[in-house]
């Protein structure tokens, strides 16, 4: 797992900015989306060709994120990235840089049906989630996107961001998503990149200029205070 | 490979895994090729603005020398610039609710279109060619952002060059947004600057392992003759 390191100096100027440590306070679960990006085969299984290894260790915390945010009445959306053969076309900058042996096996894996495709077994998808394909790095690109619209008619108006890798597909979608207007959180320990300096990098700069940082457990422990909240009423 | 100091090798060595080649762009047209120079205005550049980044000022030559390059090239040259209007504050509100009411204030005052803070910084070398883009959002892709797209489409530009400030929001934004939407984009490490170091190094090196290539400002100017030089030599033949 990362060592997750938020500098006391950048929470000093988020609470000199806007007099408080978290932007955001409290989560409203109907509101509310939790985000996995890329938790396919392609990013997670040993010997893929983009394997990040951390990403196995995450999948106990996304599990349990899924599971706060059904009981607090919110929606798990699994992003997941379908790279068929016309990619190459309307991607054509991204692969027309690779060597034509890692750009045919991106295609290969990523295609539906590919051996890199699907989602990792061990996370816990349920029938009333959602699954939402995404084309580029970002799934808020191009815009408009299938996920705005489902989020919108949804009225959802916060999003969690976990999954791989922290700092390209999960950033991209986190910045993307604040600028859309989405209150906008990345989780600490529920997203995984190559290493823990990337990873610490993405989550300071996050932090500091974009949305909010918090862990599994501070994030539940909002949904469960939701939760009591719903069940008083 | 030029000496970028700011670039891990382990960077390289992904970029090479992944690439085949540690640059990407070898040549630039400068038929299809703009300049972006992003949010070089007073706001930032003023050391007595809140929101001063001293080390902008350290970039300024070598912006006017890729802005001078390109016109020299006849290729385009585009300012952006930060605006925040009265409908921003609401329809940005995740953004703006953050800041305390003195920074709200300040930033919307400073920022706005008559603001003391919007205009590009004097030391930029700005001619009636070039173009000026105003953006609402850090990146200026982001949707209704700005009108870049119809811009560079009348240009026919599918190339930028990146550069100004600050490294890891403004100019990192944009240039993810750049290449999910297809543009080549190229980054003049040289010419980007963030008022935290670190974050700067970091900023480059996640571009140049996934979004971008990364150069440096004495590079560009042989790369805009390159391509004309090959055609030269095509013509010739």
């Known amino acids: 797992m990362h060592k997750v390191v938020i500098k006391p100096e950048h929470i000093e100027r988020v609470k000199r900015r806007s007099g408080r440590e978290h932007t955001v306070e409290a989560l409203h679960g109907p509101k509310t989306a939790l985000l996995i990006v890329d938790m396919q085969l392609y990013f997670v299984g040993e010997g893929q060709p983009s394997e990040c290894p951390v990403a196995r260790e995450i999948v106990p915390n996304i599990n349990l994120l899924a599971d706060a945010t059904r009981r607090a009445g919110g929606t798990v959306i699994w992003i997941q990235t379908h790279s068929g053969p016309d990619s190459k076309d309307y991607w054509s900058v991204y692969y027309e840089r690779m060597t034509p042996e890692n750009s045919d096996k991106r295609v290969e894996g990523m295609s539906p049906g590919g051996s890199g495709f699907d989602i990792w077994p061990e996370l816990d998808v349920r029938d009333e989630d959602l699954t939402i394909p995404k084309t580029r790095y970002s799934a808020f690109i191009p815009s408009p996107s299938k996920l705005e619209a489902e989020l919108r008619s949804r009225g959802i108006d916060t999003v969690l961001v976990t999954g791989v890798s922290t700092c390209t597909c999960c950033e991209s979608t986190a910045r993307d998503a604040m600028m859309l207007n989405f209150r906008t959180m990345m989780i600490s320990d529920a997203n995984a990149a190559p290493d823990d300096e990337l990873h610490n990098a993405t989550l300071n700069q996050f932090y500091l200029q974009f949305g909010d940082v918090q862990s599994t457990n501070e994030v539940v422990a909002l949904l469960e205070k939701n939760i009591t909240v719903a069940a008083a009423e | ?237």
């Open chain 2, 1 to 237: 490979m030029q000496n970028i100091s700011v670039l891990w090798p382990e960077s390289v060595a992904r970029v090479q895994a992944q690439y085949g080649t540690e640059n990407r762009v070898g040549s630039l047209n400068p038929q299809e090729t703009a300049l972006l120079v992003v949010d070089m205005q007073k706001f930032y550049l003023e050391p007595t603005s809140t929101n001063f980044c001293p080390a902008a000022l350290d970039i300024i030559t070598n912006i006017n020398a890729l802005a001078m390059a390109f016109r020299d090239f006849g290729a385009p040259v585009i300012w952006l610039r930060n605006i925040v209007g009265n409908k921003d504050i609401k329809s940005w509100s995740f953004f703006y609710d953050r800041l305390t009411q003195k920074h709200l204030s300040y930033r919307r005052e400073k920022l706005a279109k008559d603001g003391d803070g919007f205009q590009l910084f004097e030391g930029m070398d700005v001619r009636s060619s070039d173009r000026k883009i105003n953006k609402t959002r850090f990146s200026a892709f982001a949707r209704d952002a700005s009108n870049i797209e119809k811009v560079l489409g009348e240009y026919g530009t599918h190339v930028l060059v990146v550069c100004g400030i600050v490294t890891n929001v403004c100019v990192e934004s944009t240039v993810r947004d750049a290449m999910m939407l297809n543009y080549e984009v190229l980054v003049a490490e040289d010419a980007c600057a963030s008022s935290n170091e670190r974050a700067h190094e970091a900023s480059i090196n996640n571009m140049y392992t996934h979004f971008a290539d990364v150069t440096l400002t004495s590079n560009i100017k042989r790369l805009l003759g390159q391509e004309n030089a090959q055609d030269f030599k095509a013509s010739a033949a």
